[in-house]
């Protein structure tokens, strides 16, 4: 018994010791060296130390590099990471430092870890001198324990087949805890446990969503797989309900009151939620008093209330092809918070004075009451601002004259301008698709948009320059870096392909150059390929309260204001702003920082639920199509195939290269193009190409083509 005991305790005191070697680089070092790092100084420990580096010398585990002293023999290297899966069951592990290389992980060696999980990684393999391949030790924290799938379900025991195409395993349930699901209904299954050596994990459905094809199972499958819940809970639900709709007199007296100045909303037709709003006054000395009007949502969302604790859960509202789920309820959402015409309404204001040059002579920020006049969409104040004649048409006329100066400057100054085509699907009673439309944005979008841009960024420039020197109010600020230069290299390479040059000399040169392209693409088939191609050389835009530019908008200092009723990160702003005007100390950085990154990812989150959402009903549209031809462009190249979107519907599909029968392809993935080995002929990105719609796969959101066109 004695001797196990020792047999272990040595077995300890090897890893303890292995670890010391790890920390140290593997310098050498003697025993009494080791000992001390362990903070170990009796005889009896120095001299056990010294016997098991003996003991693992004459093991291999260590060298005497010199006389009385050790080193390990391969220098064993741990490495914490976020795992990649591939779809052939390998995986990488993405390293949290970021001067380290992506380490490869073969099936056998993952464990049980799944994509996204945080891992510590044992790294052993080298390949050119590079550390690239490893085990993965330890699972430090799951990215999910929740898949949707598919039931199937037996006399004896019943399975969740994993639509996530990353999640390789099928989840056993046991026939208790199926939760009433029937064999081949979506639902939802929660990983309860995996015991060491099993293939599955084992769970339980928590959630049935339906049968598979029914528009309400599938659009409430991507919200679950996304994370986002398909309710609120009942908590929360009575705490908005208890909001009420009247304001109280005591408010208005500590607030600054628009009732009686001209105001208006400029929305999409089929908006509920109103959390802007434009005021307009004509001053005595020939200026102009302009409010951009936002919804008070942080009078009503208090810190730490059932409210305010799922908003920051949800982090964005998310807008699917034929739904938006709101990060509040709706009683707040379109009611109580919404900017809905006749009504009183508290707001958050950043209200300017103009000149006829559109420069800002004087700016205040905020709490006020406003009372809407008018309701505008889009169309009709477009059509006002074309026809120059209609409701309030003197103040929408001016502020459009007022908001393409603001435009101008801002392009002059360095922004970018991207203007991607929007696809938009028309939908029938029961939310088929049966057309598709590219949303156009003409002079009432940009004019709401650029005002939008000024609250936002003189909001955080006011902030911003609030602090002396050391004496910084930390606040939540929206920045965009500039572009990978090797990320923009390879765009412009492309881009040069269509005669399209891209000046890389300076950051002002790069945003002139592409405006230039964004300006000559416009309405032309290779519009979006570009368009998305170069907002994907982009860094991509996150909230922070690091003090950045956004180099997007050429900004020195920017943030989100404006839409509190949709976005969390606008309720951070209202209430940092409203402590700071009053005198209020700094707010912790580091909570804010928090809950930045916590926005940030769900606001990718959402952007990848709403796409999948898209590309959905984009397989529901082509369903109808099966057999037909179209007229498409490559818009994209991979090992497996190319990516095609049609030119007449915007919809995006794959061309496997095992079905191009005229050669063998494979991928020149500097040259964006797959290459034929025996003819060289090629298909490159951005080449218009024939189609079939081959096959269409709803549960998958896939679209299969074959290609037609030949190579005479």
Partial sequence: MAKNKNAQFKQVLTQLITDIFEKNRNIALNHKQVASRLNLSDKASVETILEVLVEQTEKGLFIRPERGKFKLKEQKTFITGTVDMTASGSAFVIPDDEFEKDVFIAPRKLGNALDGDKVKVYVFGKKSGRRNEGEIVEILQRAKTDFIGIAKISEKFAFVIPDDRKMLHDIFVPLADINGAKNGEKVMASITDWPEGAKNPIGKITY???????????????????????????????????????????????????????????????????????????????????????ADVSHYVTPNSALDKE?????????????????????????????????????????????????????????????????FTYEEAQEIIENKTGDFAEEILKLNEL????????????????????????????????????????????????????????????????????????????????????????????????????????????????????????????????????????????YTTKKTSHYGLAFDYYTHFTSPIRRYPDIMVHRLLAQYLEGGKSASAEEYEKASEHSSAMEKKAADAERASVKYKQAEYLEDNVGRIYTGIISGVTEWGMYVEIIENKCEGMVRLRDITDDFYVLDEKNFCIIGQRKKHKYQLGDEVSIKVKKVDLTKRQIDFTLISKFD
């Fill in 208 to 294: 049935v969503l339906g049968n598979t094809g029914e528009n309400n199972t599938e659009m409430n499958a991507i919200l679950a797989q996304y994370g986002f819940p398909l309710s609120f809970p009942t908590e929360v639900e009575n705490e908005a309900n208890t909001i009420p709709d009247n304001i109280a007199q005591s408010e208005l007296n500590n607030r600054k009151d628009f009732r009686n100045t001209i105001t208006f909303t400029i929305d999409p037709i089929d908006a509920k939620d109103f959390d802007d709003a434009i005021s307009f006054k004509k001053l005595g000395n020939g200026n102009y008093e302009i409010g951009v009007h936002i």
């Fill in 311 to 375: 908003a920051y859960q949800r982090a964005t509202s998310v807008y699917l092809v034929d739904r938006v789920i709101p990060m509040l309820p709706e009683h707040l959402s379109n009611g109580v918070c919404s900017l809905r015409p006749n009504e009183d309404k508290l707001c958050f204001s950043a209200v300017f004075e103009m000149n006829e040059k559109a420069h800002i002579l004087h700016q205040w920020f905020g709490r006020t009451i406003i009372h809407s006049n008018r309701r």
């Fill in 403 to 542: 908001a393409h100066i603001l435009r101008v400057e801002k392009f002059k100054n360095g922004a970018i301008s991207f203007e991607s085509a929007e696809v938009k699907f028309k939908l029938d009673e029961f939310s088929r698709p049966i057309g598709v439309y590219v949303k156009e944005r003409k002079d009432a979008h940009k004019l709401i948009e650029d005002f939008m841009l000024l609250a936002n960024k003189k909001v955080a420039e006011h902030v911003a320059k609030m602090g002396k020197g050391k004496k910084q109010y930390t606040f939540v600020y929206r920045t965009h870096d500039s572009p990978n230069t090797e990320s923009l290299n390879s765009f412009a390479t492309f881009a040069s392909r269509f005669g399209y040059k891209i000046n890389t000399r300076s950051d002002k040169e790069i945003a002139r150059s592409l405006n230039h392209l964004m300006e000559d693409v416009e309405g032309k088939k290779e519009q979006n390929i570009l368009t998305q191609l170069a907002i994907r050389s982009m860094a991509k835009a996150v």
